[in-house]
């Protein structure tokens, strides 16, 4: 009976360190198979883009993009499991009016940043994914997704900026990368409009 008391803790160790393997090898299989990537056109890779937002009007939204890279691993925990990607917005408030969003993709993969109005009582990061774990664009009042230009485009390679100027009507908004499995790998934040 004494040898069963002392193995019941080492039994709910041996549990957890199992589930954290687990876990980490389903995240490194996912991002072996390119689930969380979007390939950017050959002409961008070769290139390297690197680039400057020009003057923009209104209030700037400065958003950087990441990622943890290839086969890294790391990050915060999240709303599913690690959070291998990121998405922030400072300041995260503005006045309502003209917005300028100026988005820099500090990571490896190409990224995006498309704007959603967030439904009362929903949070940022609450939305259902799709197939592929896209969420619906329907709503959308615009996006960066442009390398070195701005509006809409092929995605933000690495080390390069997009922008978008958008008029904005008090509220909350979310702020996504809508590519195949980036919202899942936690790329959404919350921006809030005041009067």
């Known amino acids: 009976m004494n040898a069963d008391r002392r193995r ?6 041996t549990g957890a360190v199992a589930a954290l393997v687990l876990g980490i090898a389903t995240t490194m299989l996912l991002a072996g198979t390119d689930a969380f990537h979007h390939a950017a056109p050959a002409a961008w890779r070769a290139q390297g883009a690197r680039c400057n937002a020009p003057a ?8 950087t993009v990441s990622d943890m ?7 915060t925990p999240g709303g599913y499991g690690i959070r291998m990607m990121r998405l922030v917005a400072r300041p995260a408030t503005v006045s309502a009016g003209v917005v300028s969003l100026r988005v820099v993709n500090t990571g490896a993969r190409v990224h995006e940043v498309v704007v959603l109005p967030l439904p009362s009582g929903q949070g940022s990061g609450e ?11 329907a709503g959308s009042l615009g996006e960066a997704s442009r390398t070195c230009g701005s509006g809409e485009g092929h995605g933000i390679t690495r080390g390069a900026m997009g922008w978008t100027t958008l008029t904005l009507r008090p509220g909350r ?4 990368c809508n590519l195949p499995g980036h ?8 921006l809030d409009v005041s009067r």
């Not at 019941?8 to 160790?13: C, E, K, T």
């Not at 939305?127 to 664009?137: A, D, H, I, L």
């Not at 919202?183 to 919350?190: I, S, V």
């Open 56 to 63: 923009l009007p209104g209030q700037v939204v400065d958003v």
């Open 173 to 176: 908004y979310e702020l996504v």
């Open 69 to 75: 890279g290839p086969g890294m691993m790391g990050g």
């Open 127 to 137: 939305r259902p994914t799709g197939p592929g774990g896209k969420v619906n664009e």
């Open 8 to 13: 019941g803790p080492w039994l709910i160790i």
């Open 183 to 190: 919202y899942l790998a936690g790329m959404y934040t919350e």
